[in-house]
């Protein structure tokens, strides 16, 4: 069920009739300047306006026609090819005579900084604001290196036709300059350097910036005509409409649609065009909201007069029938009809109990501007209307558009939306997902895959501890878990939701196929071992999490075949496992062959591998309560069974201890988990937190403080309780 009320396709510029002197003055819906380092953030609109002016990339998008869609054209490099012999290496030939700003020259080593300033967090001249906005947009590339000059090596992770595109969002900064205002990009902002047609002369933080052109522009044709040009932040569509019939500004993006025809009739030229983007309510799927009924929903599709907004909006959209046009490939077949038939919405929501007396009742937070929202206030009260005349009562919350973003990243079920029903959040349609790097266990905060441990001898931990290390060195391990813990939490998520993104998707389908190809081999587990691999029990288990959750997944999607060939695959995987991961007492073990008892198999009955009846999840439970354990709180393993190249004791593992818990309760011995659950309630700290380890004997807390993990057992172990509490009652 597609929930798209209205597809915008249209960008508008407002073009005025006169230019002040030279300069043109743009008023932008964005709230503040865009990024003026290279990598640029305001989305499209930041590219637009200090990208593509002030920088370059190695390729360019052809922006010289109105009249058909842009393409690809050579930017800094004039040539790309594939080496014919290795599929995942390109060859860039870079463009000569090319000189920045500042007046430094271009070449290959100028690239590879760049590259670096996104990718490297080693680099000196590694800037998190630009990787935040730059590193998502190259997930192709492994490695890079100047050949010569003029000559670039590009390596990807694996053969990728989407490299051009994709390199196209790099845009190339002066390393020179950013030598001479003393390594820093905060003051490199208020002075940058690109080699684009235009050059910054200054800037004030969400108030002005001034472009003039650069004359030695490498490619005339687009060496500006204009004396200067002026970018001005006003997100409000009136206010925008007003400084342009006030003469404040030049050319205005989106301006109030109601204004359209008189400002025609003063003379100014509307410019429009189509682009993929689409305008819509994100809608609750928790219990008690009204859309998690189906009828609801195609209700509320077919109340919806688009052809009308369209009107309202003076033609500047296009009317949605999905995510995206019945033309597109990824169209599909689908067996509802998006369309305006307000009869069939009131026969609907008629068969789920609601009328225009007895109306569903809905709560949807919208903003009042914001960018690609167009304008919010306006079309929300339109489709508040139409929704009205049919039975569904929508009231809104307006909230600041930076807000509403973390809160429709918080999601549904979060307390900071106050249990709002849905959300009008906009999004450009992109095909993610088409780089093929290998899903890791861990990254830096910046995304950095590159993690390695390095020891700071000059500091020390709480109580002299040592050694302080960074990094860590299990980054490039292969452990077998993460794919099952990847799926499990999708498909929890849309469970909640019912449905799941179509952009995730292709996503899950590489972990799935990753697990199916790598379960048979031995791995470090999720302890992270650093002596040889073994075929750890609960890492098989977890890839048939994968399995399994990835074939419920596809009947959700009806993908009938796929998610039979990933059952049949997790049928395998639980057969293997029953065999080879069981001993003689029944009871689940750290490793196929061994008799060795592990903490990470209190995960099996947490996932549903077996029923919670089973004799050997009650064997396993018991056993390790009674043979894992330091004074009732749990180890990870023992020592001296574990070859995890590590040495000295350790401390009980706080997030097994709640797994304990978990496992009591879900297979009924509820009195058991409670006393344990209080027992580690005791423990906590003064602020109620947990480090990753205790010290049974004194209760002293060990590594990591506070570690989020621990806190996630916690969570799910009081839960599981209060479920368990719950069937006794009824029972």
Not at 139 to 166: C, H, M, S, W
Not at 289 to 317: H, I
Not at 561 to 574: L, Y
Not at 626 to 638: I, K, M, Q
Request: with cysteine.
């Amino acid at each position: 069920m597609k929930r798209a009320f209205c597809g915008l396709l249209a960008a508008v510029f407002i073009v005025g009739s006169a230019q002040a002197q030279g300069t043109l003055r743009i008023a932008m819906t964005a709230s503040d300047i865009p990024l003026t380092t290279g990598q640029t953030d305001q989305g499209g609109e930041g590219m637009r306006f200090m990208g593509y002016t002030v920088y370059d990339g190695l390729i360019n998008w052809d922006l010289s026609s109105a009249d058909k869609p842009s393409v690809l054209t050579p930017g800094l490099a004039t040539s790309w090819k594939i080496d014919d012999s290795d599929k995942t290496r390109w060859v860039f030939t870079l463009r000569q005579g090319v000189k920045f700003h500042d007046g430094s020259d271009f070449k290959a080593d100028a690239v590879v900084w760049n590259l670096e300033k996104l990718l490297n967090d080693k680099a000196p001249q590694f800037d998190p604001k630009q990787a935040a906005q730059g590193r998502s947009r190259i997930p192709a590339v492994k490695t890079y290196k100047a050949i010569d000059d003029y000559t670039l090596e590009v390596r990807t992770n694996g053969p990728d036709a989407f490299l051009p595109y994709q390199i196209g969002w790099v845009m190339i900064s002066s390393p020179v300059q950013w030598e001479k205002v003393g390594k820093d990009w905060n003051k490199f902002a208020q002075t940058p350097s690109g080699t684009g047609p235009w050059k910054v002369a200054s800037f004030v933080p969400q108030t002005r910036a001034e472009l003039v052109p650069f004359k030695e522009y490498w490619d005339p044709k687009r060496v500006p005509k204009l004396d200067k040009l002026v970018l001005l932040p006003l997100p409000e569509a009136t206010t925008r409409t007003a400084a342009l019939r006030g003469g404040q500004v030049d050319w205005i993006e989106a301006p109030s649609p109601d204004a359209v025809p008189s400002l025609e009739k003063a003379g100014f030229k509307i410019v429009s065009n189509a682009y993929p983007h689409n305008w819509t309510w994100h809608l609750s799927m928790v219990d008690g909201s009204p859309w998690k009924d189906v009828r609801v929903r195609k209700a509320a599709n077919l109340a919806v007069d688009r052809a009308g907004l369209k009107v309202m909006l003076g033609g500047l959209m296009i009317p949605a029938k999905g995510f995206v046009v019945p033309g597109s490939q990824w169209f599909g077949h689908p067996s509802f009809d998006v369309k305006f038939d307000p009869e069939a919405a009131k026969k609907l929501l008629a068969e789920a109990g609601f009328s225009k007396s007895n109306p569903a009742k809905v709560r949807i937070l919208i903003s009042a501007s914001g960018s690609g929202q167009m304008q919010p206030l306006a079309m929300n009260e339109y489709i508040q209307q139409n929704l009205a005349d049919v039975g569904i009562k929508v009231d809104f919350d307006v909230v600041e558009w930076n807000t509403m973003i973390n809160l429709w990243r918080a999601g549904a079920k979060s307390d900071t939306v106050k249990g709002a029903n849905g959300i009008n959040f906009s999004y450009f349609i992109q095909d993610v997902a088409s780089g093929t790097e290998k899903l890791q266990v861990m990254y830096g905060v910046g995304g950095e895959r590159e993690l390695d441990e390095h020891i700071l001898d000059h500091l020390e931990g709480y109580d002299e501890a040592r050694p302080v290390r960074i990094g860590n060195g299990a980054y490039n391990q292969r452990q077998h878990d993460v794919w099952g813990a990847v799926l499990d939490s999708f498909y929890l998520h849309t469970k909640s939701r019912d449905r799941l993104d179509e952009r995730i998707w292709p996503i899950l389908v590489r972990q799935v196929k990753a697990a199916l190809d790598a379960w048979r081999l031995p791995d470090r587990g999720i302890w992270e071992v650093r002596g040889e691999p073994k075929h750890f029990t609960s890492s098989k288990v977890m890839c048939w999490v994968a399995a399994d959750r990835g074939a419920k997944l596809a009947r959700v999607r009806e993908q009938q075949e796929r998610a039979k060939e990933w059952q049949t695959a997790a049928d395998e995987m639980k057969a293997d496992i029953l065999a080879n991961g069981v001993d003689e007492r029944g009871v689940f073990t750290q490793y196929y062959g061994s008799s060795a008892l592990d903490a990470s198999t209190l995960l099996i009955p947490l996932v549903g591998f077996l029923p919670l009846d089973d004799e050997r999840i009650r064997n396993t439970v018991h056993a390790i309560s009674e043979e894992l354990t330091d004074d009732g709180l749990v180890l990870r393993y023992r020592v001296e069974h574990t070859d995890d190249g590590l040495s000295g004791e350790e401390g009980t593992f706080t997030i097994c201890s709640f797994w304990l818990v978990s496992a009591f309760a879900l297979i009924g011995e509820v009195e058991n988990a409670r006393r344990l659950c209080e027992k580690l309630f005791s423990m906590a700290s003064p602020l109620g937190l947990y480090a990753e380890e205790i010290d049974a004997a004194s209760g002293r807390h060990l590594g990591n403080f506070p570690q989020a993990f621990t806190h996630l057992g916690l969570i799910n172990a009081v839960l599981h309780i209060m479920s368990a509490e719950e069937r006794q009652k009824s029972d």
